[in-house]
């Protein structure tokens, strides 16, 4: 059974920061490009940052300079680093597993950026 169970989230000040975590079982993440998604109430789900099976990473705009996306394939997990967080950055965030014949989906974990 895959599960992706992302960790992390909670509450911070505006210009703080949290780390994201992706744990993977049942799939080797190193097969896999990965990327954190996330969704605001009343708004569609959209891709934040993106790392692919060789490492190469690609951000939206709104986080460019301040979140930095890592895997380290040894422990299978990736990681979502979120620095200078604004009050925008407040969403539900989602860790996506993706291949040519899979794509797979975490629950999702929190962030709240509120003074």
């Known amino acids: 059974q895959v599960q992706l169970v992302e960790s992390g989230g909670g509450l911070v000040q505006p210009g703080g920061s949290l780390s994201l975590s992706c744990a993977a079982s049942g799939i080797m993440l190193s097969m896999y490009a990965m990327g954190w998604y996330r969704q605001a109430p009343g708004k569609q789900r959209e891709l934040v940052a993106g790392i692919s099976s060789g490492g190469s990473t690609n951000y939206v705009n709104s986080v460019k300079g301040r979140f930095t996306i890592s895997r380290d394939n040894a422990k299978n997990t990736v990681y979502l680093q979120m620095n200078s967080l604004k009050f925008e950055d407040t969403a539900v965030y989602y860790c996506?597993?993706?291949?040519?014949?899979?794509?797979?989906w975490g629950r999702g974990t929190q962030v709240t950026v509120s003074s």
């Open positions: 996506n597993a993706r291949s040519y014949q899979y794509d797979y």
